[in-house]
Nanobody, 121 residues
Framework: QVQLVDSGGGLVQPGGSLRLSCAAS????????MGWYRQAPGKQRELVAS???????NYADSVKGRFTISRDNAKNTVYLQMNSLKPEDTAVYYC???????????????WGQGTQVTVSS
């Protein structure tokens, strides 16, 4: 019953910016860590950035100083502000959330459908 919908991808020129959004909905008791992953053709899926419920963040070295992750706990939404985009940032970006559907359930991991980001001239 839990659904994550990610959006905001598109085609941009090098040096441009995009903001990705992901909203979790459904039967949710609490959300712990939320994050963004990306996967380019022929590459493994990799962690881009994550943020805990308390606001602690973690970034891949390749995006530090350019990307910013944030969240709105009241809306169960996570964002990824991407600035100074490079062609190597081109990938499908996936939202991820670790959450509980009730007090008695264990934490499960949920994924969005993915949104395409293309950086090209």
């Amino acid at each position: 019953q839990v659904q994550l919908v990610d959006s905001g991808g598109g085609l941009v020129q090098p040096g441009g910016s995009l903001r990705l959004s992901c909203a979790a909905s459904g039967s949710i008791f609490s959300v712990s860590t939320m994050g963004w992953y990306r996967q380019a053709p022929g590459k493994q899926r990799e962690l881009v950035a994550s943020i805990t419920s308390g606001g602690s963040t973690n970034y891949a070295d390749s995006v530090k100083g350019r990307f910013t992750i944030s969240r709105d706990n009241a809306k169960n939404t996570v964002y990824l502000q991407m600035n100074s985009l490079k062609p190597e940032d081109t990938a499908v970006y996936y939202c991820n959330a670790d959450l509980r559907t009730s007090l008695w359930n264990k934490i499960g991991s949920y994924w969005g459908q993915g949104t395409q980001v293309t950086v090209s001239s």
